[in-house]
């Protein structure tokens, strides 16, 4: 059963901006943010989605955290950035369609802190409000049906935007883990928008829901009372939208090399065979003797296999770039 919901012109014209700030980020040759900005953003997810549920570490004490510095602080709010930052190291990983997947997820960012990490919830709850419940979830007997049945809505042709934002709000509601449902329903959306495209693995979505909780807040509860989940996905494309113009405003690629190319190559093609017109292919900008240069490179420094004669040579990855 699909999740009810209505595409509104305004989610139309959102996913259209996204995927137009997207192809900026592909008109660059070489699509990743230097490594300092990437350790940034990291930083500022984690902050972002942890602050969320009450974490006291701010950006200056999670960054001394991940250096290995000593940090005067809660040990549960250390323990829940080291956990989460596991979890996020981990983002290619995990098959964001594979419920074991969610549960392995929850029981890395939850370790030590839940004595029942990383398995659905047995008991019934309740969100509470201002000391009043605004949310009863379902049934806990009902928790792992309608997680499985979520995952199958996955598989459905929707956008892969409005999908994850559907399933980011309908996981909320289902609520299926004791605790840390918040934490994980983010993460497992930023998985999802990693999977639609990998710039996604640098840009803090989480950061900007901290800086609108409130609305997040609020925007989750109009969609408990209208049924439906169109208001969270409106408010989630806008969030994303949001990070990705942020994150434009300071992104400055890394310098493009032969090696930098063949890496990107890497992580694209991984163990599968492949031609010189592929890996053009992926190089959109570069001359066919460019392209032959980098594969000679690449077979010279014993990267890649080659199989074949000219035109008809095939080429394979057999180890990682160092």
Not at 6 to 32: A, C, F, N, W, Y
Not at 120 to 149: C, M, Y
Not at 291 to 306: E, N, P, T, V
Request: net charge neutral; charged share 25%.
């Amino acid at each position: 059963m699909n999740p009810p919901f209505v595409i509104t012109p305004k989610i139309l014209s959102q996913v259209s901006r996204i995927e137009r700030l997207i192809g900026r980020v592909e008109s660059h040759d070489q699509p990743k943010p230097q490594p300092q900005l990437r350790k940034s953003n990291r930083v500022k997810t984690l902050q972002g989605s942890l602050a969320i549920e009450g974490n006291s570490l701010d950006v200056e004490q999670i960054t001394a955290v991940l250096d290995g510095k000593r940090v005067i602080a809660p040990k549960n709010d250390i323990l829940e950035v080291i956990n989460a930052n596991e979890v996020y190291e981990h983002l290619s990983s995990f098959d964001p369609y594979t419920p074991n997947h969610l549960l392995q997820a929850h029981g890395m960012m939850m370790k030590e802190i839940l004595p029942n990490a990383g398995s659905w919830r047995t008991s019934n709850v309740g969100i509470l409000k201002e000391g009043a419940v605004s949310h009863i979830a379902p049934q806990a007997d009902r928790v792992e049906f309608l997680v499985n049945d979520l995952f199958d809505f996955l598989k459905s042709d929707h956008h892969a935007l409005i999908k994850g934002c559907v399933f980011h709000y309908e996981f909320e509601f289902i609520h299926p883990f004791q605790d840390g449902n918040g934490r994980i329903g983010r993460f497992w959306h930023s998985l999802l928008l990693f999977h639609y495209h990998p710039i996604f693995e640098y840009i803090p979505v989480e950061s900007i829901i901290k800086e609108h909780q409130q609305n997040y807040y609020d925007v989750l509860e109009v969609c408990d009372k209208a049924g439906e989940s169109t208001a969270f996905i409106e408010f989630s494309l806008d969030m994303i939208l949001k990070a990705l113009e942020g994150f434009l405003d300071v992104f400055r690629p890394q310098k493009v090399t032969g090696n930098s190319r063949l890496e990107q190559a890497r992580e694209h093609l991984q163990s599968k065979d492949f031609s010189r017109r592929e890996y053009m292919a992926l190089h959109k900008s570069i001359s066919t003797a460019t392209a032959s240069r980098d594969l000679k490179s690449g077979i010279d420094q014993g990267l890649l296999l080659i199989q074949g004669e000219r035109a008809l040579s095939r080429y394979r990855f057999k180890k990682s770039l160092k």
